[in-house]
T-cell receptor, first 115, second 114 residues
Framework: AQSVTQPDIHITVSEGASLELRCNYS??????LFWYVQSPGQGLQLLLK??????LVQGIKGFEAEFKRSQSSFNLRKPSVHWSDAAEYFCAVGAWEGGGNKLTFGTGTQLKVEL | DTGVSQNPRHKITKRGQNVTFRCDPISEHNRLYWYRQTLGQGPEFLTY??????LEKSRLLSDRFSAERPKGSFSTLEIQRTEQGDSAMYLC????WGGGTEAFFGQGTRLTVV
C-alpha cells in the first residue's frame, strides 16, 4: 500500500524568502505525485503533478517540485514566498489502478508567512 | 464549466440522524471520488465510481455509509445513524478515466454531529 510522509507539520517563512516543503512517498511502482493547496474551509487546489518525463515540474503560482526516485521524494519549492501563499499544503501519491486519482495524502504542512 | 459542486456546504445534525450529501462532478468526467478529511489530517479515500459503477470502497466506509451514482452523473453519500466520530469534511472529486489525468475537488461538505 502506498503512503506519504510530510515531516514538517508547521513551517514559518518571511515574505520574500524561499520555501521548500518536504514530501517522501512509498509506492511499489512508478508513482503519480501531486501537490495540493488548501485554504481554510475550502477544497483542494492542484498546484502541480508528476506522471512521467522531466523530473522537475512547474506548477501554478510560481511553485515547482522535483521528483527524486532514489530518495523517494517529491519536494515542493518556491523561490520567493508571498503572503497569500499562507495555507495548508498536501502531498499525495496516486495509485495507478485508480486511474492515478485514488489518492493517498500526507498529513499536510501548514505554512505561515510573516510580513 | 462550473467545477465540482457539493451541497450542502455545512450540515449540523444530531447524533443518530441520517444525512445525505450531494456531489455534482464536472460534466463528462466519468470518475468520481469521495474523501473524508478530519481536523489536522489529510483527506482519506472513501470510495470511487467509474460512471455508475462503484469500483472500490475503503475499509473506512462502514455499513452506515452508502454512496450512489445513478446514471453516472451526480453522486450522493448517505450516512445513517450518525456518530460524533463522523464529524469531518467530506470532499468529492472528479476526473476523466486514465492515468495522467488530474482530479478536481469540490469545496466539501462540513458535517458536525452534536
Amino acid at each position: 500500500a502506498q503512503s506519504v510522509t510530510q515531516p514538517d507539520i508547521h513551517i514559518t517563512v518571511s515574505e520574500g524568502a524561499s520555501l521548500e516543503l518536504r514530501c517522501n512517498y512509498s509506492y511499489g511502482a512508478t508513482p503519480y505525485l501531486f501537490w495540493y493547496v488548501q485554504s481554510p474551509g475550502q477544497g483542494l487546489q492542484l498546484l502541480l503533478k508528476y506522471f512521467s518525463g522531466d523530473t522537475l515540474v512547474q506548477g501554478i503560482k510560481g511553485f515547482e517540485a522535483e521528483f527524486k526516485r532514489s530518495q523517494s521524494s517529491f519536494n515542493l519549492r518556491k523561490p520567493s514566498v508571498h503572503w497569500s501563499d499562507a495555507a495548508e499544503y498536501f502531498c499525495a501519491v496516486g495509485a495507478w489502478e485508480g486511474g492515478g486519482n485514488k489518492l493517498t495524502f500526507g498529513t499536510g504542512t501548514q505554512l505561515k508567512v510573516e510580513l | 464549466d462550473t467545477g465540482v459542486s457539493q451541497n450542502p456546504r455545512h450540515k449540523i445534525t444530531k447524533r443518530g440522524q441520517n444525512v445525505t450529501f450531494r456531489c455534482d462532478p464536472i460534466s463528462e468526467h466519468n470518475r468520481l471520488y469521495w474523501y473524508r478529511q478530519t481536523l489536522g489530517q489529510g483527506p482519506e479515500f472513501l470510495t470511487y465510481f467509474q460512471n455508475e459503477a462503484q469500483l472500490e470502497k475503503s475499509r473506512l466506509l462502514s455499513d452506515r455509509f452508502s454512496a450512489e451514482r445513478p446514471k453516472g452523473s451526480f453522486s450522493t453519500l448517505e450516512i445513517q445513524r450518525t456518530e460524533q466520530g463522523d464529524s469531518a469534511m467530506y470532499l468529492c472529486a472528479s476526473s476523466h478515466w486514465g492515468g495522467g489525468t488530474e482530479a478536481f475537488f469540490g469545496q466539501g461538505t462540513r458535517l458536525t454531529v452534536v
